[in-house]
């Protein structure tokens, strides 16, 4: 299995067009990708630097005929003038997909920040090797306060899904929406962090969980031990970035999947958007 994610900045290439087209087209070139993870999606905000287009949810989703399209709304507002607008996460899969939860992430009050909602959209996929839950997000950046406490809910999230792995089929149930689903330990967790592999709420993430609930580990530490990072942002934007390239947007993996990463790359040779694609191969 292949599974892209991204943060592709509504769009918007470091030349300044936004380009849903061309967001779809590059992952493309990268990879033939069975999971597509998006990160700053906009419907209806034309207030966006150089964003034209209406609704991009619609339009990626179009781009991808024959792949699922999940949408993971963070921010849902009205306007006077614009009407309904929303921004948030993506997810396109081929694969089977079982059942989807948005789970909308802590936002303690943090008065001197500019902050926003933040969610972690969450599919289960049906695989050869079982249930397969893979949950995108994108962590405050401004807040250290909120993305702390993402980060923590993001655990919690693991340990539930882990205990849900036990519920026992109610056949009574069936065809409701009581009946039991798939849902297990067995995940992967994308998106960007908005902090830096350096930083100990990294370290926290991957921290043990609880008795029989499988941690998160760094996909890029298993498949490429020993080497740096490869930068994720300031590759190519320069002036927002204020001239510095590091990583910020990871792939983990819970430790029950650990054996099957294969490989984790960066595409460095995008310039879509101000982030680039992070792409991890998972064998079956």
């Not at 921010?75 to 929303?86: I, L, T």
């Not at 909120?146 to 980060?151: D, G, S, T, Y």
Request: hydrophobic share 40%; proline share 6%; glycine share 8%.
């Amino acid at each position: 299995m292949k599974l892209i994610t991204w943060n592709i900045q509504w769009c918007r290439g470091v030349d300044g067009n936004v380009d849903p087209a061309r967001i779809i087209r590059d992952a493309r070139a990268f990879a033939d990708f069975d999971v597509l993870c998006l990160q700053e999606v906009a419907r209806n905000y034309p207030g966006l630097e150089g964003n034209r287009v209406k609704d991009q949810f619609q339009e990626l989703a179009k781009l991808l005929p024959g792949y699922t399209a999940i949408e993971g709304i963070a921010v849902d507002e009205f306007s006077a003038q614009n009407g309904r607008r929303q921004f948030g996460n993506m997810i396109l899969a081929r694969l089977p997909v079982v059942q989807v939860f948005r789970h909308l992430l802590p936002w303690p009050a943090d008065p001197q920040a500019p902050t926003m909602p933040r969610v972690a959209l969450e599919v289960v996929l049906s695989t050869a090797a079982g249930p397969l839950r893979v949950t995108t997000s994108h962590l405050e950046f401004y807040s250290v306060l909120q993305r702390e406490a993402q980060v923590e809910r993001l655990r919690q999230i693991q340990a539930e899904a882990s205990g849900h792995a036990a519920d026992v089929w109610q056949e009574e149930k069936k065809g409701g929406p009581f009946e039991t689903k798939q849902r297990g330990p067995a995940g992967i967790l994308t998106g960007d962090f908005n902090y830096e592999v350096s930083e100990p709420i990294h370290a926290r993430l991957q921290r043990p969980i609880a008795d029989g609930v499988p941690r998160y580990v760094d996909a890029w530490t298993v498949a490429n031990p020993g080497v740096r990072h490869a930068p994720t942002v300031g590759v190519y934007d320069k002036v927002q970035w204020h001239g510095r390239e590091f990583c910020c947007d990871f792939l983990c993996v819970t430790g029950d999947l650990a054996s099957r990463v294969r490989a984790v790359s960066v595409n460095l040779q995008t310039a879509a958007s101000d982030h680039q694609p992070v792409l991890l191969e998972l064998a079956d």
